[in-house]
Nanobody
């Protein structure tokens, strides 16, 4: 099994910054993909940003230029640096990690979610 532990959420004023972290642990053979998603009550979970093992990134249009995703392969950790936060960024943020626990077996894991609240 692969466990994810998220941290870094909280309350911030509009224009402020937060940094989310997600550390993966367990029987990890390799990690191919690490991403952050967010979900508001009653809405579908949506991609915020993702990064591949090769370092390629992609972002939701709504966060481009404000959010930066990065990863530390040695620590199996992914980060989301969020700047110029807006009230509409208020959501629960979930970490998603995909990879392999062996050469033949893949895994997909989700974090428990961390609340980000941006006040106006």
């Amino acid at each position: 099994q692969v466990q994810l532990v998220e941290s870094g959420g909280g309350l911030v004023q509009a224009g402020g910054s937060l940094r989310l972290s997600c550390a993966a642990s367990g029987s990890i053979f390799s990690i191919n993909y690490m991403g952050w998603y967010r979900q508001a009550p009653g809405k579908q979970r949506e991609l915020v940003g993702a990064i591949t093992s090769g370092g390629s990134t992609n972002y939701a249009d709504s966060v481009k230029g404000r959010f930066t995703i990065s990863r530390d392969n040695a620590k199996n950790t992914v980060y989301l640096e969020m700047n110029s936060l807006k009230p509409e960024d208020t959501d629960v943020y979930y970490c998603n990690v995909r990879g392999q626990i062996s050469s033949l077996r893949e895994f997909i894991s989700w974090g428990q979610g961390t609340q980000v609240t941006v006040s106006s």
